[in-house]
C-alpha cells in the first residue's frame, strides 16, 4: 500500500532529524509544523502534459464559497510540494519535496500583498528538469529549512 503524502513528509523529516507534526483541522493555512516551523504542504500526482514539463501547483485558500490567494500575511514559512511523477511513470518523483521559502513565493508575486494581487496558481518543474526554471533549486533543499524571520 502506498503512503499518503504526509506519511512520506513524515519518513523524509525524520532522515534529516526534522519532526513533522500534522495540524489537527482542515481548515487552516498551516498544514503543519516541522521543526516547529509552519508549513503548507501540497501534492501533484501527476503531470499528463506531453509537452509541458512543469506541475500546476495551486495556491489559494477557502474563503468560504470561493478562494482566495495566499496572502504575505498567511502564517505558513514554507510551501512544501511533492508531486507524483508523470503519465508514463506516475511514481516517479514520490518521496522528493521541493521545499520552497516564504521570501522566495513574495520574489516571485505568488503571494498577495498590498503591492502584488499574488497568483492562482504557480509551476514548479520535476527534480530532474534539464532547463533553468526558479523552482530547480528548491528541490530537497532540507538542508537550509530555517525559520525565516
Partial sequence: MALSSQQTLDQVCKQHNLVWKRNPTNGDTIDGWIDEIPI??????????????????????????????????????????????????????????????KSTLVEQGVLESETCLGKHCMYICPPDYVREHWSKKYWNNWDNFVKET
Fill in 40 to 101: 503548507q504542504a501540497k501534492f501533484c500526482s501527476k503531470n499528463f502534459a506531453i509537452k509541458v514539463k512543469t506541475y500546476p501547483i495551486t495556491t489559494q485558500k477557502s474563503a468560504g464559497i470561493h478562494y482566495q490567494n495566499y496572502h504575505v500575511n498567511d502564517p505558513f514559512s514554507y510551501i512544501i510540494v511533492e508531486v507524483g511523477g508523470t503519465h508514463d511513470e506516475p511514481d516517479k518523483y514520490r518521496g522528493q519535496f521541493c521545499v520552497i521559502p
